[in-house]
């Protein structure tokens, strides 16, 4: 198997107008992922050194969205769809190279395993011409079913031109292929269009193979890896398998997870063993959390990276760049973002630490602000280690916190500040006696005087 070259052919022509969308549909998002990428990665996983892209609608968007997740395949435009047999032929100066194996493959199909498809490739490997990848759904209404004999695989037969016995088969045409490269062209360019739509169906070379004697077989895959997704609520449920999938197994890698129906993963997501997390937890892309991490609930994070041992939320906010060392604290109601919290540092309630360095060991107080931003430019603050930052303190960038700097609550901070200094940024307190009652009898009196003045309107 590792010495057969493969190609794959994702057909991802589709206008999808039941996802009711201005977007190609197979580039709608699982786990943060576009569904065609997952398909690209399930091939790769298989073993696919060539990967060939048929696209139609949204042409454009499609090549943009393709040289991010498949920067090395081929795109092929199909201009006009006339049926799947033809959206394969359109990537024809790929599979002329020669592969030994060639999947074909679709793009709105996100959950297909890896391993349904490297026993296709194995049954290549063993002779056949054709491995048509089926399944088994609760209710194989509407699907095409597979007509075997004697272990060959002899027709798939549409629904409506089933006999009342070939209904009852449960065993049904996923649509997915693996085509012995020695045969691929001949067999896709005798496919006709001899039928009620005119269209050259990919099915009619199970037909044509077995006329010529050569092996067709099947092989199976889960249903919810042949699931294919044509509106939103396909969507979701694709959404909610992968999800679940995903749940069990970082459970099984050694995380805990308190309330897995409620933590959410994206494609990329990275945890280590012996990492907590509660519930109501949502990782978007890009988060890497070392081993002994605590991510406490309702936290959202995309973008970070988490050392071990780490404290998390609840309700924080971890955005592209927090980048938390061993025993940092980032507490509840807290926002960071491209800033680096060093070893056991705290930032520990209502705070905003954005574009800076808190050095370790520091102590942030509440509602301390990173003022990072003048509307047209970001700067940088750096917090030395050791540290603290009294509460409600502004930070006014670009400003540096010397090591082991004081800074008292409630001051804005325009200045740097030296290493072991004092610093106040605030206006000094004056006290007026007896100034608070008179405030409230007036502002009694004129609340009294509003409330007579209205009733006299009435």
């Known amino acids: 198997m590792s010495q057969r070259s493969c190609l794959s052919v994702i057909l991802a022509a589709g206008e999808g107008t039941r996802m009711k969308s201005a977007q190609p549909k197979v580039l709608h998002q699982i786990a943060g992922l576009p569904m065609v990428a997952h398909v690209v990665k ?4 298989a073993g696919a050194s060539g990967l060939a892209l048929v696209i139609g609608h949204g042409a454009d968007e499609m090549r943009k969205a393709a040289a991010k997740f498949a920067p090395k395949a081929e795109t092929f435009e ?25 999947l074909v493959m679709f793009g709105d199909t996100p959950l297909i395993d890896a391993d349904a498809l490297t026993v296709a490739r194995r049954r290549l490997a063993e002779g056949a011409a054709v491995v048509v990848i089926g399944f088994r759904p609760p209710n194989p209404t509407g699907y095409g079913r ?8 002899t027709a798939i037969r549409e629904e409506k031109d089933c006999s009342e016995e070939e209904k009852k088969i449960g065993f049904c045409n996923a649509g997915m292929m693996a085509v012995a490269g020695a045969h691929a062209l ?13 269209e050259y169906y ?15 077989v099947a092989t199976e895959a889960s249903f919810e890896s042949a699931l294919g997704i044509n ?14 999938r995903r749940r069990h197994d970082a459970m099984l890698s050694g995380v805990t997870l308190i309330a897995p129906e409620t933590v959410f993963f994206s494609h990329d997501t990275e945890i280590g063993a012996d990492t907590i997390v509660e519930p109501n937890v949502w990782f978007g892309p890009g988060v890497r959390i070392a081993s002994g991490a605590k991510i406490h609930a309702f936290s959202h994070i995309e973008g970070a990276t988490i050392a071990s041992n780490c404290d998390v939320g609840p309700f924080a906010r971890l955005r592209p760049g927090a980048d938390l060392r061993n025993k940092a604290k980032v507490g509840n109601f807290c926002e960071v973002k491209q800033a680096v919290i060093e070893d056991g540092a705290k930032v520990n309630h209502l705070t905003y630490i954005g574009d800076a360095r808190v050095g370790a060991g520091a102590n942030i107080g509440a509602g301390t602000i990173t003022c990072n931003y003048d509307g047209y430019s970001k700067f940088f603050t750096d917090i030395g280690e050791g540290a603290f930052i009294g509460s409600n303190s502004s930070l006014v960038a670009p400003v540096t916190i010397g090591n082991g700097g004081y800074i008292a609550s409630g001051s ?18 004056k006290t007026i006696p007896g100034k608070g009652k008179e405030l409230r009898e007036r502002f009694a009196s004129a609340a009294a005087a509003k409330k007579k003045a209205a009733g006299a309107d009435h």
Request: hydrophobic share 45%; no cysteine.
């Open 202 to 216: 990919l099915t009619d070379i199970v037909e044509i193979a077995s006329a010529q004697n050569l092996d067709v």
């Open 146 to 153: 597979l007509i075997e004999k004697d272990g060959k695989l």
């Open 231 to 244: 509106n939103r609520a396909e969507l979701a449920q694709a959404e909610a398998i992968w999800q679940q």
């Open 42 to 45: 399930a091939a790769e996983a």
């Open 78 to 102: 199909q201009e006009k769809r006339l049926g799947t047999a033809h959206a394969v032929i359109a990537a024809r100066a790929a599979i002329s190279r020669g592969y030994d194996d060639v």
């Open 412 to 429: 804005v901070i325009t200045e740097s500040v030296p290493d072991d200094a004092l610093a106040f940024g605030r206006a000094r307190q």
């Open 186 to 198: 001949k067999l896709l360019d005798a496919v006709g269009n001899e039928n009620a739509k005119g």
